[in-house]
């Protein structure tokens, strides 16, 4: 179909004067700032939840230290396991065994009920402490030689909630028992978020680092955990970072350790093709309380190592289109309607 060549000259004159190629804005600081974050970025978790303004309650702020075992005691609706041996009166061993087996010996009011003895009152008691006083409150009841043995089958109070990508809703706690020996116990799947991830004491969030401790084993994030302790595991994808605009593929990144660097992201969404502009890449950091945009080029990426430009949850990566492919799809886009006005100008000639 031929064009008029006056209908293509006001074409290219109405363009021109009525679109001019964008520029991206500047900011001579907006790399330094960059630099700047990807280095508070790397020195871990709590730096970067930081940035994002995350209130996070340091173990220095805790009345006790963490990394401390405790002295452990009996609390109330514990079910308590109970096994005695003497030599002669097989018929207590045998009712103790029994009741045992079927319910355990559950505290009550402070007090636990065993066969042939007046309720005995246990809470704030260990488990020595409980022990000692079976025995000698057989004693009191002429039925001497009697060895108990007490340990814990459940607990109400004393154990840690788990909630998330977990196996089992709680795990029992008794002074001993460490961050790890929990997570071992939950069976984490191997896609957890552990950034995400977070341990609450008292309603607040614990500065503790699930990823240095199960991934790296830094056991100065392995504390002792308490009753009442909740423990939060992530979805995989609870941690994003976006890449749109000219890539071959617009992606959305997971981010188990929190953190990956702006070359790992852009290869995750197949490069950027020829028609994106490669002197402007921005950065828009909106997760944090003063909002950022920085602007990278690509000479950026190839002299600069990776560490020094670093991405956070929340980060969005857009890579802008080059002047000339706005240009050719601002006329793809108007081309339909010269045509059909073209149409209509020729079938009006034929007509006339």
């Not at 309380?289 to 190839?302: D, M, Q, R, T, Y």
Request: aromatic residues 8%; glycine residues 6%.
């Amino acid at each position: 179909m031929k064009i008029s060549p006056y209908l293509l000259v006001f074409a290219i004159s109405l363009v021109c004067s009525s679109c001019s190629p964008t520029m991206c804005p500047v900011a001579s600081s907006s790399i330094d700032d960059f630099i700047t974050d990807s280095y508070r970025i790397r020195q871990g978790k709590m730096a970067i939840l930081g940035m994002m303004g995350e209130e996070i309650c340091s173990l220095s702020e805790l009345p006790y230290d963490p990394m401390v075992e405790y002295q452990d005691s009996i609390s109330e609706d514990d079910v308590i396991n109970l096994a005695i041996y003497h030599p002669t009166r097989a018929d207590l061993v045998a009712a103790i065994r029994q009741v045992n087996c079927e319910i355990g010996f559950r505290v009550r009011n402070g007090k636990i009920r065993i066969p042939d003895l007046p309720d005995l009152y246990v809470v704030g008691l260990t488990l020595d402490q409980a022990r000692d006083a079976i025995e000698e409150a057989f004693k009191s009841e002429e039925v001497k030689d009697v060895d108990a043995f007490v340990s814990y089958r459940d607990r109400f109070q004393r154990k840690v909630e788990l909630i998330g990508q977990v196996s089992i809703p709680h795990v029992p706690v008794d002074g001993r028992t460490r961050l790890y020996d929990v997570l071992s116990q939950a069976r984490l799947p191997p896609t957890t978020n552990l950034f995400m991830s977070y341990v609450m004491r008292d309603g607040h969030r614990l500065a503790i680092d699930l990823n240095a401790l199960v991934n790296k084993g830094n056991l100065r994030e392995n504390i002792v955990m308490r009753g009442g302790d909740k423990i939060y595991i992530a979805q995989p994808n609870s941690a994003q970072v976006v890449v749109m605009g000219e890539v071959n593929r617009p992606v959305a990144i997971d981010m188990p350790w929190g953190f990956t660097t702006l070359p790992q992201a852009i290869v995750a969404a197949g490069g950027i093709p020829f028609t994106g502009d490669r002197d402007c890449i921005q950065i828009f950091r909106g997760g944090t309380p003063c909002p950022k945009i920085f602007l990278v080029s690509w000479c950026h990426l190839v002299h600069l190592p990776a560490e020094s430009l670093m991405l956070i949850p929340g980060d969005t990566i857009f890579v802008r289109e080059r002047p000339i492919t706005q240009w050719n799809r601002f006329i793809s886009q108007l081309l339909p309607s010269f045509t059909c006005f073209n149409t209509g100008f020729d079938c009006y000639k034929v007509f006339k």
